[in-house]
């Protein structure tokens, strides 16, 4: 067992996440149990990540995509860390968690649109950027599911699909894709409010390739992989 972090400061944690040789992901650095560690599901994390993202262009110009993709995953997956698990804990206000998510859109907007290659993941077009594939499974990975029967998690729920919703706008087809992907897994959970948001995009678009045409179409009846 490695050492417990504690009182990591913004600077610590962004080394601590990202400052890493880059291996396989199922050979990645967090894999390691002689790694240092530190508790993830608390206020310090929805503020780090909240900022990181909010200025995602700057924090995150050091680091290579291949660096990124692997600590964004680190981020994302509940198999890898208990990061995600803070924005679902009713202990730590719901603003700051809500800004946290919101500023998922920054994160696309600021780094995902800037630095992943013009590639679609869902067909394994090749020559992509090793940060495509964080892109386009960051709502796959990410342990905030739908859950329609539970009122007290209406707010997040409508704050994800937002986050969806603005991103579709974004001019990057990766991100695109990676909000359709989103919104094809929570097609079942909210069918009417997915089938709002692809329409009202539909009738404002810019031409999409025939593939991520037919993505839409697909996560527009929940059927996406």
């Known amino acids: 067992m490695g050492e417990l972090l504690k009182n990591i400061t913004f600077e610590g944690w962004v080394e601590h996440v990202f400052d890493h040789p880059v291996s396989e992901l199922t050979n990645a650095w967090y894999w390691d149990t002689e790694r240092d560690w530190w508790e993830e599901d608390t206020p310090d994390t929805v503020e780090y990540m909240t900022r990181a ?3 995602a262009a700057l924090v995150f110009e050091p680091f290579s995509d291949s660096q990124l993709n692997q600590g964004l995953w680190f981020l994302a997956s509940n198999a890898c ?6 924005l679902m804990n009713e ?5 700051a968690r809500q800004r946290c998510i919101q500023s998922f859109h920054q994160l696309y907007e600021q780094c995902f649109a800037r630095r992943c290659s013009p590639h679609l993941s869902h067909i394994d077009e090749p020559g992509a950027s090793p940060l495509n594939m964080v892109c386009y ?3 796959d990975i990410n342990p905030l599911y739908a859950k329609p029967g539970d ?3 209406r707010e997040l729920a409508e704050a994800v699909l937002q986050v969806m919703e603005s991103t579709l706008y974004l001019e990057s087809n990766p991100c695109r894709e990676s909000a359709l992907h989103g919104l094809g897994h929570w097609q079942h959970a909210y069918p009417e409010r997915v089938g709002q948001i692809i329409d009202s995009f ?3 678009r810019p031409a999409l390739p025939e593939r991520l045409e037919a993505y839409m179409k697909a996560a527009y009846t929940g059927y996406v992989l």
């Open 202 to 204: 539909s009738m404002t």
């Open 81 to 86: 860390s208990s990061h995600m698990f803070a």
């Open 137 to 139: 499974m960051w709502w």
């Open 91 to 95: 202990k730590i206000p719901w603003p």
């Open 53 to 55: 993202f909010e200025n």
């Open 151 to 153: 009122t007290a998690h």
